[in-house]
C-alpha cells in the first residue's frame, strides 16, 4: 500500500489528509470604514470571515484583523483550517493578526507610496495592490516553508495600461517567535506581460507544484520542488495575449484544464480575452489552446472566473452577467449562456453603487461565490454549479458582510488533488487515498426532513456508498433522501478507488428539540450582525422541522416575527427602524436561540 503522506512529514501544516488550506476567507476593504461603520459598537471594527470549517460556512466578525484589501488577497491555511497567512500585497500577516517579522512592507515600490492609509489606531498602513489575483501563497513540497508569491508593477503604467512586471517572492519560515520573512523581494521575472494570474495547480507527481506566467506569445511553466522555485524555458502559444488586467486564472478540480480570462480595453467590442486550454500536469504545458474576444462595454473593474467541481462547467463574468460554458461542447464557445443577469440592486452605502458581479472562488462546500466589481456589503453565490443552465441557481446577494469588502475575493490554489495515478510522472510511490467528506442541507419549505446532501470528499473517489441512518441506502454522489420520522441518524459515506476507501460519518438531527429522550444544544449562526438591513440564520447541527423567529425590543415589545424554513435562511430587516433587539428564534415552540441584534 502506497501513502499519500509522507513518512517524516505528520507535524508540518501542509501534508496530510485535512486539505483545508483554503477554509477561512476574509472580507474587508478598509478597517476604517468598518469604525466608522459600526461606532456604535465602539471597538467592534476588523474584517468579515466565512468559515468553510462547518458547512454550510458560517460567519462572523474578527476585530483583530485590520489589514485593509484594495482588491488584492491572498490567503492560506493551515491543515486544521486555521487562517495562517492573508496579504494584501504589500505587507504579510501571520495567525496572530500582525505583520510577520520582516513583512510589514514587502513589494516595494515608490509608485505606491499614495497607497496607504491610517488605521483605526492612526497607524500608515500600506492600502493593498490594486491588481486581483497578483498575490499568492505556495507551500514547498517537504517544508515548512511558505513561499510567497508576487507581481511588482514600478515597469506598469496604471493609465494607460502598458509596460511588464516583475516576479517576486519571499519565503516564510518559522522562528521562535511565530514566522519571519528571509529572501524578501527576491527577483525571479523581469518581463512578465500579463497581470494577476498567481494561481498553482498540483504536478502529476502529487506533491509539486505548477504556477504559469505568461508573455504574449510565450508562457513559462514554474515549479515549485522541495528544492525551491525554477521555470522552463518559454513554451509557444497558437496566438497572442494581449496585456490583461482585473481577470483571474484557474486551474480545474481535476487539474486537466486551465482557463485565463482578463480585461484588456474599456468599452469596446473586444476588449475582453478568455483562453480555455487542457493543461499537462506531468510537463505543465498547454495544449488544445483556444481564444475568444468578448465585449468589455459592460465592464470596468474586476472579472470572475470559476469552474465547476466536477470540471465540465466554466463559469465567467462581466459587470452585468454571468456565462456559462460547456467544456464538453464540440465547440466550446458557442456553448456560452446567459445564467443570470444583473438584478439591479444598489449597495447599502453612502454612494449607493450598483452591487454588480465580479470575482469568483469555488468554495469547500462546493458552491461558487462571486464577489462584488465595487465596494459592497454583499456576495452572490452559484448554488448548484455543476447544473447546466439557469438551473445552476445564481443566488445574487445571497451572502450578507458586516463590512465592507472592494472587489476582492481570496485568492487560493487548487487543492485536494493528488497524484495522476499511472501517469509517466507518477513517480514519488504516492497514492489518491480518497478521503469521504459531505455536508447537508434542507431547503424545502413543505418538507423539512427532505435533505439534499453534498458529496465534498476529494483524492479521486471514484464510488460512493450512502448509509442514512434509517435502512435506507444510495449509490449517488450527491443524493436527496427524505426522512419518514422526525430523530437522530447516523449518516456515513464510504467513499473508494482502486486503491483504497474511506468513511465518514455525521450526526443528523432532524426536528427533536421537543423530544424528552434526546438532548441536543441546538448551534445557530446569526451572520451579519450588526444588520444593515439582512441577516443569515444557519442551523449548522439540527435540522428544524417548525422553526419561527421574532424580534423584539429590550421591553419585550414585538416588532417583528416570520417562520422560518430550511437549514440556512437569510431574512430582510429593512423595514425595522435603527436599534438594538432581541432576535429569539423557537422550534417547535421551544426557544432555541436569543441573541442581542443591532439594526444600523
Not at 517537504?142 to 513561499?147: A, E, K, R, V
Request: hydrophobic share 35%; aromatic share 12%; charged share 20%.
Amino acid at each position: 500500500m502506497k501513502y499519500l503522506i509522507l513518512i517524516g512529514l505528520l507535524s508540518l501544516p501542509f501534508w496530510g489528509s485535512a486539505q483545508k488550506e483554503d477554509h477561512q476567507w476574509i472580507f474587508n476593504f478598509s478597517s476604517v470604514d468598518s469604525c466608522d461603520q459600526f461606532s456604535v459598537l465602539g471597538t467592534e471594527c476588523g474584517a468579515s470571515i466565512l468559515d468553510f470549517n462547518t458547512l454550510p460556512p458560517i460567519g462572523y466578525r474578527q476585530k483583530e484583523i485590520t489589514l485593509d484589501f484594495n482588491e488584492e488577497h491572498g490567503a492560506i491555511c493551515d491543515h486544521e483550517g486555521q487562517l495562517l497567512f492573508y496579504s494584501n500585497g504589500q505587507s504579510i500577516h501571520g495567525p496572530d493578526y500582525q505583520a510577520v517579522e520582516n513583512g510589514e512592507i514587502i513589494n516595494f515600490s515608490p509608485k505606491w507610496t499614495a497607497l496607504t492609509w491610517a488605521n483605526e489606531h492612526g497607524e500608515e498602513k500600506p492600502s493593498g495592490m490594486r491588481y486581483v489575483q497578483a498575490m499568492g501563497f505556495i507551500p514547498i513540497p517537504q517544508s515548512d516553508t511558505i513561499l510567497a508569491l508576487y507581481h511588482n508593477y514600478e515597469n506598469f503604467d496604471l493609465i494607460i495600461q502598458n509596460g511588464f512586471f516583475s516576479l517576486w517572492s519571499s519565503k516564510i519560515i518559522p522562528n521562535n517567535q511565530g514566522y519571519t520573512i528571509v529572501e524578501k523581494d527576491k527577483v525571479l521575472d523581469n518581463n512578465v506581460r500579463l497581470a494577476g494570474n498567481l494561481h498553482a495547480c498540483k504536478h502529476a507527481n502529487g506533491r509539486d507544484w505548477w504556477l504559469l506566467q505568461f508573455y504574449g506569445k510565450t508562457y513559462k511553466a514554474y515549479l515549485i520542488t522541495p528544492q525551491g522555485i525554477s521555470s522552463s524555458n518559454e513554451l509557444e502559444l497558437p496566438f497572442e495575449l494581449r496585456p490583461l488586467s482585473q481577470g483571474q486564472s484557474k486551474f480545474s478540480p481535476q487539474g486537466n484544464k486551465f482557463a485565463l480570462y482578463g480585461r484588456n480595453q474599456i468599452g469596446t467590442s473586444d476588449g475582453i480575452d478568455l483562453m480555455i486550454a487542457d493543461f499537462d500536469r506531468c510537463t505543465g504545458e498547454l495544449f488544445n489552446a483556444v481564444l475568444d474576444t468578448l465585449p468589455s462595454i459592460d465592464n470596468v473593474i474586476s472579472n470572475g472566473l470559476e469552474f465547476s467541481p466536477n470540471g465540465k462547467l466554466l463559469y465567467i463574468s462581466t459587470h452585468l452577467n454571468i456565462f456559462q460554458y460547456d467544456l464538453e461542447a464540440q465547440n466550446v464557445f458557442d456553448s456560452k449562456q446567459t445564467v443570470a443577469t444583473y438584478d439591479g440592486t444598489l449597495c447599502e452605502d453612502a454612494a449607493e453603487s450598483p452591487n454588480v458581479f465580479g470575482l469568483m472562488q469555488r468554495g469547500a462546500d462546493n458552491k461558487i461565490y462571486i464577489g462584488r466589481a465595487v465596494q459592497c456589503f454583499n456576495i452572490h453565490v452559484i448554488n448548484d454549479p455543476d447544473v447546466r443552465g439557469e438551473a445552476c441557481n445564481v443566488g445574487q446577494n445571497q451572502v450578507f458582510l458586516p463590512t465592507y469588502t472592494n472587489g476582492t475575493i481570496p485568492n487560493f490554489n487548487t487543492y485536494r488533488l493528488g497524484p495522476l495515478d499511472g501517469s509517466l510522472c507518477d513517480t514519488l510511490d504516492l497514492d489518491n487515498l480518497p478521503q469521504a467528506r459531505f455536508w447537508y442541507e434542507s431547503k424545502d419549505s413543505l418538507n423539512p426532513s427532505k435533505i439534499k446532501f453534498w458529496d465534498v470528499s476529494y483524492f479521486r473517489p471514484e464510488a460512493w456508498s450512502w448509509d442514512f441512518g434509517d435502512g435506507a441506502f444510495s449509490n449517488e454522489k450527491s443524493p436527496t433522501h427524505r426522512y419518514k420520522e422526525t430523530g437522530s441518524y447516523e449518516v456515513c459515506l464510504t467513499v473508494s478507488n482502486e486503491n483504497s476507501s474511506h468513511t465518514f460519518c455525521k450526526t443528523l438531527i432532524i426536528g427533536t428539540v421537543d423530544t424528552e429522550d434526546i438532548e441536543i444544544e441546538v448551534d445557530i449562526n446569526i451572520f451579519p450582525n450588526p444588520v444593515h438591513s439582512h441577516t443569515r440564520i444557519a442551523w449548522t447541527n439540527y435540522v428544524p422541522v417548525k422553526p419561527h423567529m421574532t424580534l423584539t425590543n429590550s421591553t419585550g415589545q414585538l416588532i417583528y416575527s416570520e417562520k422560518l424554513f430550511g437549514t440556512e435562511q437569510t431574512i430582510d430587516l429593512s423595514l425595522v427602524p435603527s436599534g438594538f433587539y432581541y432576535l429569539n428564534i423557537y422550534e417547535n415552540g421551544i426557544v432555541v436561540k436569543s441573541e442581542g441584534i443591532v439594526r444600523i
